[in-house]
């Protein structure tokens, strides 16, 4: 069993920054990807960045790219995910869950957490 634990979500302004966190606790292992996705309301789960446990590869999507970071802090076991410039349709609940190695696809992430609420006002 992972238990995955989000934080850091908020109201933020346009053009602001946030940082998520996201803890993991239980068999985690270092061979293990970690993934970033958000849901807004009435739409699916989409994948936002993954990155391997050890912080070697990486991967984000289209609409992130050049505006967030995802990190990796083993001796934590926990992942960030650092949002710049950040605009009113990033809004969502941002979600982290586990995989065998970096997808893109959330049906390969096998646990999830309880997620985090992101609100960007215009």
């Known amino acids: 069993q992972v238990q995955l634990v989000e934080s850091g979500g908020g109201l933020v302004q346009a053009g602001g920054s946030l940082r998520l966190s996201c803890a993991a606790s239980g068999r985690i292992f270092s061979s293990y990807a970690m993934g970033w996705f958000r849901q807004a309301p009435g739409k699916l789960r989409d994948f936002v960045a993954a990155?391997?446990?050890?912080?070697?590869?990486?991967d984000y999507a289209d609409s992130v790219k050049g505006r967030f970071t995802i990190s990796s802090d083993m001796a934590k076991n926990t992942i960030y995910l650092q949002m710049n410039s950040l605009k009113p349709e990033d809004t969502a609940v941002y979600y982290c869950g586990t995989a065998a190695t970096i997808y893109r696809d959330r049906r390969r992430y096998g646990y999830w957490g309880q997620g985090t609420q992101v609100t960007v006002s215009s």
């Open positions: 990155i391997s446990w050890t912080g070697n590869s990486t």
